[in-house]
């Protein structure tokens, strides 16, 4: 969200900026609304000053014994379209309030322009794709043959687009979480925090999921209350109508939760397997910084990101979003993609973002400073990883040609096994 007086008068500046997003928004009807506020205000000022100038000359006449009986109902008449216009500029006011909820944020200068994902720049690879001397296979045929994955009995359970996982898929998953963790915090300081899983309707107006998103979201009937769709929401608006000391900055928190998407916009796309979910797990990174710091903040946060697929062993490039790519309410993203070899092709794992103010002006996030006034903190968040995706990375990329799959080292120690082998778990499909 923008600051009012500043869009105002930066308004066509904005406009061409907003035109390199995709769908860009329509800023007549915010011209019209000013220049019916700016009318209303010049008339207001007009009227007002001349009531004042009547007022006293009705005074004197009064004193002098003349009647001023017309005079007087023409101040009175003034007066009451003072009033309206009042109304009418309160009412400009409100609406424009309401249209520029609307307005996505300003893609930073150093955003590549472009018309969509083709046009993003890869800004590094780390990792050569593993040369198979067989034909690797994808996840959705490697999970149910190894008796990790069941996907039949989610669909009964639930439907489309929900997974179930048996034994070492069961482990490997709360493996990563509590590895992402544990790297996170003990190493790039970031503080765990285990937020609620159900967030209100201002929670996601914070972070700007509403009202323009709500298609996007699972909403509990009857309720103000949502599932949230990232960690994203509940722990940005942990600070919602506070002020930061600014020496504390930047706050660095990190957070497992589940997330619930409805996928309203994706149908048709990664149907098959647990790429794309309604339910999926996720350890997310999110920062509070100052604004002179922000991006920075955001390299070294893509960094941490990277860091656990480094570790992991898993092939990834680095792209920045272009700005018809860009999220809603980041002024610029990174996503990290990692290599999937059963589909030969690199998958999105994790988008890091700087919103600067947008988020913090929307729920009201401050910091003071050593001196002067208050400012709006600058937001930051990123994936660290999705959980499910850095699953099936493992699966395709440590895959062998018995079909099973070797545990990467760095997970070892969580898992108790070096292999996931062919073995059925007990209860799964493959063994009732």
């Known amino acids: 969200m923008y600051d009012l007086a500043w869009f105002r008068a930066n308004f066509d500046r904005i406009a061409e900026r907003l035109q390199t997003r995709s769908n860009p928004p329509n800023l007549d009807a915010y011209r019209e609304l000013d ?76 955003v590549p322009v472009g018309a969509g994902e083709a046009d993003n720049v890869e800004i590094r690879r780390v990792g050569e794709p593993r040369q198979f001397d067989f ?51 003990r190493e790039h300081g970031y503080t765990e925090v285990l937020p609620p899983f159900m967030v209100n309707s201002a929670s996601l107006f914070g972070t700007g999921q509403l009202p323009k998103f709500a298609q ?20 940005t608006n942990l600070y919602r109508g506070e002020t930061l000391e600014g020496d504390r900055l930047p706050v660095k928190l990190c957070a497992y939760t589940p ?11 990664d149907v098959r397997g647990i790429i794309r979910q309604h339910q999926f797990q996720k350890v997310e990174m999110v920062k509070f910084t100052h604004p ?36 809603f309410s980041a002024a610029k993203t990174y996503d990290i993609e990692v290599w999937l070899p059963g589909q030969n092709a690199y998958k999105e794992i994790s988008s890091c973002s700087n919103y600067e103010a947008f988020q913090a002006r929307r729920a009201s996030i401050r910091f003071k400073p050593a001196k002067g006034k208050s400012e709006f903190a600058h937001t930051l968040n990123g994936s660290g990883l999705a959980v499910g995706r850095t699953w099936v990375a493992i699966v395709e990329n440590y895959q062998q040609e018995d079909g099973s799959v070797v545990v990467p080292e760095a997970l070892r120690p969580y898992m108790g096994t070096d292999v996931i082998g062919k073995k059925p778990a007990e209860g799964s499909r493959a063994t009732v």
């Open 35 to 110: 220049k019916r506020r700016r009318a209303a205000i010049a008339e207001s000022e007009q009227l007002k000053a001349r009531k004042n100038a009547d007022s006293i000359e009705i005074g004197k006449l009064r004193q002098a014994g003349v009647d001023t009986t017309e005079r007087q109902q023409q101040v009175r008449a003034m007066a009451d379209r003072i009033k309206a216009l009042a109304d009418e500029e309160n009412a400009a006011e409100e609406s424009f309030h309401k249209l520029l909820e609307g307005i996505p944020n300003l893609p930073h200068e150093s």
């Open 135 to 185: 034909e690797p296979k994808p996840h959705w045929d490697l999970g149910p043959e190894l008796g990790i994955l069941d996907l039949e009995r989610a669909a009964k359970v639930t439907g489309a687009r929900f997974a179930v996982y048996w034994g070492l898929g069961a482990r490997l998953e709360r493996a990563l979480i509590n590895f992402m963790l544990d790297v996170h915090t």
């Open 216 to 235: 996007d979201l699972f909403k509990l009937e009857n309720t103000d209350y949502w599932l949230i769709p990232t960690a994203e929401v509940p722990v």
């Open 259 to 269: 997330c619930f998407r409805s996928e309203a916009g994706s149908y048709g796309r």
């Open 292 to 327: 002179e710091n922000s991006y920075d903040e955001l390299d070294k946060l893509t960094a941490d990101a990277e860091d656990i697929l480094r570790r992991l062993g898993l092939p990834f490039r680095t792209v920045v979003l272009c700005t018809g790519d860009t999220g």
